[in-house]
């Protein structure tokens, strides 16, 4: 018998480390909390079947000034003009194998779409924009798997000084 399901929610929201930074202790809880979840199940009849719990994919996603160490060293989600280059890093577990997309949006028109081949189990991407002081509003970043699907998205609002 194989159950399928979420744990402690991962995966049912696309932004859920948006007002928190990325904490590395994170990964090794979900790890945890899957193991402890395997269970054996005894049915009523004294035969045992074992449980196998399936974790979803998972995706944290900021935009940050850069990133050191394969680590965003900050989360924006409003910035200055001033500003000319700006990163959207993912941290990507349960894709490994797949081909994942960052694609740039901005004033509703996609201006960029960089590809990632995800290659194990956690993986670590991020892709940049230079920016022009007069590229003002809005600008979001789309997550997208092979199929189209997006599986997140963020945005952060670039503006001038006295904005």
Not at 67 to 93: A, G, H, W
Not at 113 to 131: A, M
Request: glycine share 8%.
């Amino acid at each position: 018998m194989a159950i399928l399901g979420t744990v402690g929610g991962l995966g049912s929201r696309t932004n859920h480390w948006q007002s928190s930074p990325i904490h590395p202790s994170r990964g090794l809880l979900c790890l945890v909390m899957a193991i402890a979840l395997q269970a054996t199940i005894v049915s009523s009849a004294g035969a045992q079947d074992a449980v196998e719990v399936v974790i979803p994919p998972t995706v944290l996603a900021q935009f940050t000034t850069a990133v050191e160490n394969r680590e965003p060293i900050d989360q924006i989600t409003f910035v200055q003009n001033k500003v000319e280059k700006v990163f959207f890093f993912s941290d990507l577990r349960g894709l490994a194998g797949q081909t994942v997309q960052h694609r740039w949006i901005y004033d509703g028109k996609t201006v960029a779409e960089v590809s990632f081949k995800v290659r194990g189990p956690r993986w670590r991407v991020w892709s940049s924009k230079d920016l022009m002081p007069d590229w003002i509003g809005d600008w979001t970043v789309e997550i997208v798997v092979a199929d189209g699907s997006v599986i997140a998205a963020e945005t952060f609002t670039y503006s001038a000084p006295d904005a």
